[in-house]
Nanobody
């Protein structure tokens, strides 16, 4: 069982940066692939980024590639999402998720989810 709690969301101007954090409980955190998803107003939840449990494999959505960076600290049971050059279209609730499978972009392959943190980018 893995429990996830996101933090770090907020209001930022376009072009600015935010770093989201996701704290996980559970002794097996280090063996899970961690992902970030987001859900904008009136939109479906979409994949943002994923990082394998060893940290050797990352996957990014095309819309955030080059601007967002996912990382993890297994000693702290925490995964991060550094978001730079934010745009208005990045406005969404951001969710942290965990899967025992390899890095995946598929929402249904993630077994555990956090409650989400709101990111609002003003233009």
């Amino acid at each position: 069982q893995v429990q996830l709690v996101e933090s770090g969301g907020g209001l930022v101007q376009a072009g600015g940066s935010l770093r989201l954090a996701c704290a996980a409980s559970g002794r097996t955190f280090s063996t899970y692939t961690m992902g970030w998803f987001r859900q904008g107003p009136g939109k479906e939840r979409e994949f943002v980024a994923a990082l394998s449990w060893r940290g050797g494999s990352t996957v990014y959505a095309d819309s955030v590639k080059g601007r967002f960076t996912i990382s993890r600290d297994n000693a702290k049971n925490t995964v991060y999402l550094q978001m730079n050059s934010l745009k208005a279209e990045d406005t969404a609730v951001y969710y942290c998720a965990a899967t025992p499978l390899a890095a995946s972009v598929r929402r249904y392959e993630y077994h555990y989810w956090g409650q989400g943190t709101q990111v609002t980018v003003s233009s």
